[in-house]
């Protein structure tokens, strides 16, 4: 795979890339009508260290963010319905370019488990390295938004 450098920040990127995943500048000309997705993919090197190990004791179904600027955070999803995007009236805000406004959502079901669906965000939603539309999580599953990798860790029940 071709690699190239920002043009503003110098930051290594794919030679397909769009926008930079590390300062969001264009990296395509002005005039050029073509916009496409392309993943941002950290290291495991990367990721936080407290994101791997799982809750201990009693707990809720819960997020780790394992790799972006709120790395180690602990997200705890007690509502049925929690939303992450961009905007700031989401339940899990992830402010960065590469996330989208409205990304997606996370929906407990009426068996107790929890689903993961994207919103038609423009650099998708990924669990375990795979782009998804919709899908149930399991402990241990990495999701990625935009340059954010979470790990949800399932309720002891």
Known sequence: MKLVNCRRCGEILNANA???????????????????????????????????????????????IAAGPQAGMRIELTNDVTTVGRHEASD??????SVSRHH????????????????????????NGKRVEETTLHSADEVQVG????VFWEATR
Request: proline content about 7%; glycine content about 6%; overall charge negative.
């Open 92 to 97: 899990l805000l992830l402010d960065d370019v």
């Open 104 to 127: 997606a959502v996370f929906t407990r079901t009426a068996s107790g488990r929890v689903t993961l669906r994207d919103l038609n965000s423009l650099n998708g939603t990924y669990v």
């Open 18 to 64: 769009n926008f930079c995943w590390s300062c969001g500048a264009p990296q395509h000309e002005a005039t050029s009508p073509e916009t496409i997705a392309v993943p941002v993919v950290s290291t495991p090197d990367a990721m936080h260290p407290d994101a791997n190990r799982g809750p201990l004791g009693d707990h809720r179904d819960e997020l780790v």
């Open 147 to 150: 340059k954010f990798k979470l």
